[in-house]
């Protein structure tokens, strides 16, 4: 225990980088999601490839490989960019991916007469998209985009392995001073619990708000 007390700025600080990492690649992986999503429901057949394409080799491909090869990999074809932003934007990429899922599973679930509605109001796809398929898509898939956002803050740690200081990479520089790794390593756990519990919180919050009357 003296080990966390004692480096509790270190572990803070961490703790920050985490926290930052994960507000940036969830909002990155927003906005691929529904441009994504508005692909691969859209009407034009070689849009609806490309995002079916990126979805399926994103899904089947490990986020480590991707860290990996985007650090040491970029550099060498002339692009380079601090180890966390590239980290942050491989994360987004990446999550953006699994967020089209739950968003299309959403636009799955509406009504097909809510689109017809839509187009006899002369409404265009884009704007149809926009002001009645995805609110309502949105409303239908708070929890899976909370599971997505806990598995994505997890999935920061994965950062430490290409040079990220964040809380994971923070508990192991303490660890190799301390020597003292269940209480280091079970007080980073906590924190990463901590943040996920705080998560579902939020998301069981919003879900039962935003819940569809049926």
């Known amino acids: 225990m003296s080990a966390l007390l004692d480096h509790l700025p270190e572990f803070w600080q961490g703790l920050v980088v985490t926290l930052q990492m994960t507000a940036a690649s969830f909002a990155g992986a927003a906005v691929v999601g529904l441009v994504i999503v508005a692909m691969r429901v859209g009407p034009v057949p070689v849009l609806r490839t490309v995002a079916t394409v990126y979805v399926e080799t994103l899904q089947n491909l490990p986020l480590l490989v991707l860290l990996v090869l985007a650090v040491f ?8 960019a601090g180890l966390t932003t590239t ?10 991916a699994y967020i089209a899922e739950a968003l299309r599973s959403g636009v799955n679930a509406i009504s097909s007469g809510q689109g017809e509605a839509a ?4 409404l265009t796809f884009g704007q149809s998209l926009r002001h009645v398929v995805l609110p309502q898509a949105l409303r239908t898939v708070v929890q899976p985009i909370g599971n997505i956002f806990i598995a994505l803050t997890m ?5 430490a392995a290409v040079g990220v200081v964040e809380l994971t990479a923070a508990a192991n520089r303490v660890n190799l001073l301390e020597a003292q790794p269940i209480p280091i390593f079970v007080g980073a756990g906590l924190a990463y619990a901590a943040v996920a519990a705080c998560a579902g919180f939020v998301t069981g919050r919003l879900e039962r708000r935003l819940a569809v009357a049926r």
Request: neutral net charge.
């Open 155 to 159: 999935n920061t740690s994965l950062a």
């Open 87 to 96: 980290a942050v934007v491989v994360i987004a990429l990446y999550e953006g």
């Open 73 to 80: 990999g970029l550099p060498e074809i002339g692009l380079k």
């Open 119 to 122: 187009r006899a109001l002369g």
